[in-house]
């Protein structure tokens, strides 16, 4: 349709024009344009005018069943749902939806980097699914992407491990809970840090060092522990995460960049960007880019810190992937410290996009009706309690319909992910099961349910015979219109890295088509109604199938 504008455009006036077309209020048309008010300055004419002369050649296309010139220059276009069909068929293609926007471009997307100490937490719920989610987007428009799980296997949580296991467990719990004896071992020796802490004693903090520079220097026993206790939690990491139905290309977490990163310093130090301080702490000043608090990269006592490998795994990057961008899956409260590490990255002559990626937390509500971060002591929190407790409740959902396994799976991964799009990301979620589940709001069973309704009506028409319809397509417009916007959503998703309007426009297309099935029977329609009908329904199936596939949903095939 732009495209035809713009023709339209050169023909009178001898320019070419970018035409952009929006979607007003469905009583002014279909769509609308201001290109007459963009292009008056340029040919001195006032804007009425153009807009008048171009509404003419448009009306002589056939093509429109409106075209009236608004205000000072506005054109309002309601186009016959045949034309819009007919563009639609012009642009279909085996990807439709996808692009070459991103064509020759490379980013790294960092998900969803859990903490090897404990088990999988609810918390890394959302680094899993935006980070997922902005991978195939980023795809979908030709990007390539290197997805990237950094771990967090390094540092204190290690120190803790080994002083907690040495004081609170044993081999025989280890062997009988695995991870999850870890975690409550973790959360044991935190709780006595703070303690002892309190009590202005050093004794567990200093042993809890004192492991994390074993480590660092290559003790056998160290290097044993570290070996023994990450296989066990990555082994669980790996389990969760195919659950979850995601993956990455690479797992280099930071133990692999912990030596990296000390060489990495030590330049910093040469180049004079760091400083070392009378302690033998080594940080870099970060008041040329705003900052008062400068960024500390290494520990008084040698240790590595996150700044430490975070400065090597930047360089690494650059040196082995060359990326145009480099996406960091991480929640809201880690804003400021990505803030100083890109401006460290900057100080160091780092041209590649550095961008967080930052999102809301994930709540609940309390009796009282009040909302709060999601928390053990008020349910579950580790993955895969959640996931059970996911799979139940598409058991109750699907009654006693005869539903696979399978299916019961993609119906509760579907409800849990897709209430992570609800809003923009930036947001907090509220968790509650009731919505999540619901078959008539936003909710990915809705859109789930959408999609198998579709299907099983092309299942039952799969031998209908093609046809050289004459159709109008009157009933289909409001779809059809809904369909050739799915493009520019995925373009516009993949440039904001903002998967929740594909989301949307999923939400949007499920209840057009719930509103089609009020009006319009599809198996009782004519013989060339029915084939054009069903040619329209299979576009249908194609995009809400796409849509959710991009945000890491399966549409079941029976719920």
């Not at 900057?346 to 971060?373: A, S």
């Amino acid at each position: 349709m732009d495209s035809k504008i713009s023709q339209i455009i050169n023909n009178l006036f001898a320019v070419n024009a970018t035409v952009h077309l929006t979607r007003p209020n469905p009583a002014f048309g279909d769509y609308a344009t201001n290109v007459a008010l963009e292009l008056s300055g340029q040919l001195g004419v006032n804007p009425r005018v153009v807009a008048e002369k171009i509404a003419v050649e448009l009306q002589k296309t056939g093509d429109f069943s409106m075209v009236e010139v608004a205000g000072p220059g506005f054109i309002n276009l309601r186009v016959t749902a045949k034309s819009l069909e007919d563009s639609l068929q012009s642009v279909w293609s085996d990807n439709f939806g996808s692009s070459q926007d991103g064509a020759g471009k490379t980013a790294v997307v960092e998900y969803p980097s859990p903490n090897m100490a404990k088990p999988y937490s609810v918390g890394h719920l959302r680094p899993g699914n935006q980070g997922w989610a902005v991978k195939k987007l980023l795809e979908a428009t030709g990007w390539r992407v290197i997805s990237d799980n950094h771990l967090g296997d390094y540092g204190a949580p290690f120190g803790i491990w080994v002083t907690g296991f040495l004081r609170f467990s044993s081999e025989a719990a280890l062997e009988k809970d695995g991870v999850y004896e870890l975690g409550r071992v973790y959360i044991q020796t935190k709780k006595v840090l703070k303690e002892e802490k309190e009590r202005g004693e050093t004794e567990l903090a200093d042993e809890v060092q004192s492991w994390l520079i074993k480590l660092e220097n290559g003790d056998q026993q160290a290097v044993d522990y570290s070996a023994r206790f990450n296989k066990i939690s990555l082994d669980h990491i790996h389990n969760v995460m195919a659950r979850l139905k995601i993956s990455t290309d690479y797992e280099m977490g930071e133990a692999f960049f912990a030596p990296r990163g000390k060489e990495a310093v030590q330049k910093l130090l040469d180049s004079k960007i760091a400083i070392k301080n009378n302690d033998n702490s080594i940080i870099v000043p970060l008041d040329d880019y705003g900052f008062d608090v400068p960024l500390l990269v290494q520990k008084s006592n040698g240790a590595a810190l996150y700044a430490t490998t975070d400065l090597a795994t930047i360089l690494y990057r650059e040196d082995n992937w060359h990326p145009d961008k480099v996406i960091y899956c991480v929640g809201a409260e880690q804003q400021f410290y990505f803030s100083q590490l890109f401006a460290m990255a900057k100080k160091l002559g780092i041209k590649t996009e550095l961008y967080h990626l930052w999102f809301g937390t994930i709540d609940q509500k309390n009796d009282d009706g009040t909302r709060e971060k999601m928390s053990s002591r008020k349910g579950v929190v580790l993955m895969e309690a959640l996931l059970d407790q996911a799979e139940a409740r598409a058991r109750q959902l699907t009654g006693d319909r005869d539903v696979s396994d399978d299916d019961i799976k993609k119906i509760a991964l579907g409800a849990i992910k897709f209430s992570d799009f609800a809003a923009d990301r930036r947001t907090n979620i509220l968790f509650d099961w009731d919505s999540i589940f619901a078959l008539s709001g936003f909710s990915g069973p809705y859109i789930q349910y959408a999609a198998v309704r579709v299907n099983k009506i092309l299942q039952d028409n799969q031998n209908i015979e093609s046809s050289l319809s004459d159709y109008d397509y009157e009933a289909e417009k409001a779809i059809i219109v809904r369909l050739l916007e799915y493009p520019d959503v995925v373009k516009l998703a993949a440039r904001d890295l903002e998967p929740h309007k594909v989301a949307g426009f999923l939400y949007e297309l499920a209840r057009d088509l719930n509103r089609y099935y009020e009006t319009t029977r599809i198996n009782e329609s004519e013989a060339n109604q029915k084939w054009a009908r069903v040619e329209v329904l299979k576009k249908v199936s194609f995009v809400i199938e796409d849509g959710l596939r991009l945000l890491g949903i399966e549409v079941p095939t029976r719920m």
